[in-house]
């Protein structure tokens, strides 16, 4: 069952109780196949998915605009306040046309305490931007101070991903560390049971 998310410029998501039926399915395609230990080597930290979504674009779907999913404006911090990063694993092949991922290179991409300024400078800038080109099952992992967007599709190839909010260290959720239901509990004990540390 997909629900239309009006935050997420018009995405369509799986409905977060018919995600939890298959948290054990998201939780093994993460570990069974290796898509934790690449992004952990990738970047030398490790990895702890603690929210799925698992979304897709289609025609009707809107622009996601530039923007950072942690950031400073004026002197509130806003985000989460621990070490975030997005994992997604595209389902099909995946690139501008169809709504892959972009991102503006951290070194023309200076953080104004403004988000406003800040996106702003992001779309004048999105000359510069990085729009990776995907095949079927490969996967993007990046900062949540990254200035990134999802630009609107341009075909008719849909657009399905599974992203994972994660962090490096399951203690920034102590909030969630005792509830069975939440998916960081169902891959903690995933990764104790195929005997992964």
Not at 97 to 108: A, E
Request: charged share 30%; proline share 4%.
């Amino acid at each position: 069952m997909l629900i239309k998310d009006k935050k997420d410029a018009g995405a369509l998501k799986v409905k977060k109780e018919d995600l939890q039926k298959n948290y054990n399915f998201y939780a093994d395609l993460l570990l069974r196949s290796g898509y934790i230990k690449i992004a952990e080597e990738l970047v030398k930290d490790k990895i702890y998915p603690y929210v799925v979504m698992h979304m897709l674009n289609d025609k009707n779907t809107k622009e996601l605009i530039w923007h950072r999913d942690q950031y400073f404006h004026g002197k509130d911090f806003i985000g989460p306040k621990f070490k975030l990063y997005k994992l997604a694993i595209y389902l099909q092949d995946t690139d501008k046309n169809n709504g892959v991922t972009g991102f503006i290179p951290k070194f023309i991409s200076p953080r104004f305490k403004n988000r406003y300024i800040d996106t702003i400078f992001a779309y004048l800038s999105s000359f510069l931007s990085i729009h990776p080109r995907l095949s079927i099952g490969d996967a993007v992992i990046f900062s949540g101070k990254v200035m990134h967007h999802r630009p609107r599709q341009r075909n008719n190839n849909l657009r399905e991903a599974i992203i994972f909010s994660c962090t490096n260290n399951p203690n920034n959720l102590p909030n969630l560390k005792d509830d069975e239901k939440e998916f960081l509990n169902v891959f903690l004990k995933s990764k104790i049971n195929l005997g992964i540390k």
